[in-house]
């Protein structure tokens, strides 16, 4: 690869990678302090801008919300908590040599009446300006990391924190409607009137709601820590095999049963079990009463837990236009290779190769197959007898946006095949439930042609051949070049042999001279 920029098309549908560029590099390092009702966190994005992968991430629950209700006050010792945190995040942002931290405070420092007081002490004592956010911005920025992972999703964004929850409606890719309520936990906790007034109250908030925002029945995207602990537990009730919360699909009846199963459970045991912290548990029992609410007024097509929010919509707003385009899949993947790929660029040629397999497919598949080809080669590192369960449970466990549970499940099963030509035995077998079986077989035969396509291996535009694909006959015929007759070994025969098994085809070489 000499490094001569190539035009947009000659990568295909997906477009050139910009994460080289400038305006790109330029939010690859960036800090993030978030300080809500419950927690105070610091997040560093790092790498490949548009798919946000998490340099440093850390939480301290400071419940600086819990009592505002009654007293109008932030709690006194979650306030000292988090002044000693901020501390904290300030130093380590020295130490990583960022160029500033970005910070913003949600409901309870707006609310509280010592807010004000608060942001002047952490300016006092750590030179950081904090920007108090109203309940709209909120609902815009949750929104907006919501698009961050789903580009162009159509839905209904609500994201819950200590002391508010917020509604936001998303089409095409751009935020619309949006508003602010007071359904956070800690006020639910200091309404008068016990369980009866507290109902009483859900259900005049989310009819005041449902007036505002009016139908909303597309998916319902869920946003906050509460809602991700009540998806851990739906986990667990199901014993669901994949512990990934991002994209993970839950359905108003499972609300319902989940919500049920909480109120029959022992809460200790289950914090323990869901690996939740106990303070967030607390908070747990109050949130599903307000889940349940949430669905039944709004009664979403599906519901999809996001692990992208406010944060995430702060680097999103950082974000060119033209970047926020792009395919936070694809451009995670191109970063993955450029990184740790031993030959990069290779990717792009194995896409184009294995194509003739794939060219009836959909563009939901195609998508699957470039991310795959991009990702074939970043584990070599791992020991060659373990490579095939590395590249499995790295791809089923990656911090990837915009990719379904089932569709990782996919992709892990065909780089397992790309070093394996067989997935018995692997220790997977829970987490292959969740494709079908015809999934499974073009997971194997995408994983087998990269498999037999890595033999051919060559530098920037040598031509590696050509496959030609005839499903009728089931007759998969490979074109070589003269220069490249040397690669196709007896390995490489070896491989062609199996990927032809695996689409029940014959197959046969043809060395053709270089033109």
Same mark, same amino acid.
């Given at each position: 690869m000499d490094g001569t920029p190539e035009p947009a098309r000659d990568w295909g549908p997906f477009g050139r990678p910009l994460f080289n560029e400038p305006d790109a590099r330029a939010l690859s390092r960036v800090g993030v302090v978030d300080v809500g009702s419950n927690s105070v966190r610091l997040v560093v994005f790092d790498g490949a801008a548009r798919s946000p992968a998490y340099f440093y991430n850390e939480k301290i629950m400071c419940a600086l919300g819990a009592g505002l209700s009654e007293t109008g006050?932030?709690?006194p010792v979650g306030r000292r908590r988090a002044l000693a945190a901020i501390r904290r995040f300030q130093r380590l942002a020295a130490g990583m040599a960022l160029k500033g931290l970005t910070a913003v405070a949600t409901a309870a420092v707006r609310q509280a009446e010592d807010g004000p007081d608060f942001c002047e002490e952490i300016l @006092? !004592?750590?030179?950081l300006t904090i920007h108090v956010i109203d309940g709209t911005e909120e609902a815009r920025l949750s929104a907006q990391g919501v698009l961050l992972g789903w580009p162009g999703s159509y839905g209904l964004v609500c994201d819950i924190g200590g002391s508010s929850m917020e509604l936001a409606e998303i089409?095409? %890719? !751009? #935020? %619309?409607r949006r508003v602010s309520s007071s359904l956070g936990p800690f006020k639910l906790r200091d309404v008068k009137g016990g +369980? +009866? %007034?507290r109902k009483a109250f859900i259900n005049e908030t989310l009819d005041e709601l449902h007036a505002q925002m009016g139908r909303q029945k597309n998916r319902l995207f869920l946003v906050g820590g509460s809602w991700r602990a009540i998806a851990r537990i739906d986990m667990e009730r199901r014993k669901y095999p994949l512990h990934v919360? @991002? !994209?993970?699909?839950?359905? %108003? +009846? *499972? &609300?319902r049963e989940t919500a049920q199963y909480i109120s029959k459970a022992d809460l200790d045991h289950l914090r323990q079990c869901c690996g939740i912290s106990a303070s967030r548990m607390e908070l747990v029992p109050l949130a599903i009463e307000v889940l349940k609410? &949430? &669905?039944?007024r709004f009664k979403p097509h599906d519901i999809a837990i996001s692990s992208y929010g406010i944060r995430e919509g702060m680097l999103y707003e950082q974000m060119p236009e033209r970047l926020r385009d792009l395919d936070p899949l694809i451009e995670a993947c191109r970063f993955a290779e450029v990184k740790d790929a031993r030959i990069p660029g290779f990717g792009k040629a194995l896409y184009h190769f294995i194509m003739p397999l794939f060219k009836s497919a959909n563009d939901d598949r195609k998508r699957l #197959? +470039? *991310? *795959?080809c991009l990702l074939h080669d970043v584990s070599w590192r791992a020991h060659p007898d373990y490579r095939a369960q590395t590249c499995f449970d790295n791809t089923t466990r990656a911090n990837l946006g915009g990719l379904k549970h089932s569709e990782r499940i996919f992709i892990g099963l065909a780089l397992l095949y790309r070093y394996r030509n067989k997935r018995e035995g692997t220790g997977f077998d829970a987490l292959q439930t969740l494709i079908g079986e015809e999934d499974k077989r073009q997971a194997e035969i995408l994983g087998k042609s990269m498999r037999f396509g890595a033999m051919l291996w060559m530098q920037g535009t040598e031509d590696m051949g050509k496959l030609k694909w005839r499903p009728k006959k089931r007759e998969l015929n490979l074109l070589l070049p003269k220069s490249a007759e040397p690669l196709f070994g007896e390995v490489a025969a070896a491989r062609l042999k199996s990927l032809a098994n695996a689409l029940n085809a014959t197959s046969t070489v043809k060395i053709r001279p270089d033109i």
């Open positions: 006050r932030l709690n @006092h !004592e750590t030179n089409n095409d %890719g !751009e #935020v %619309g +369980k +009866k %007034g919360l @991002h !994209e993970y699909r839950m359905s %108003g +009846k *499972a &609300v609410g &949430v &669905v039944r #197959v +470039k *991310a *795959a």
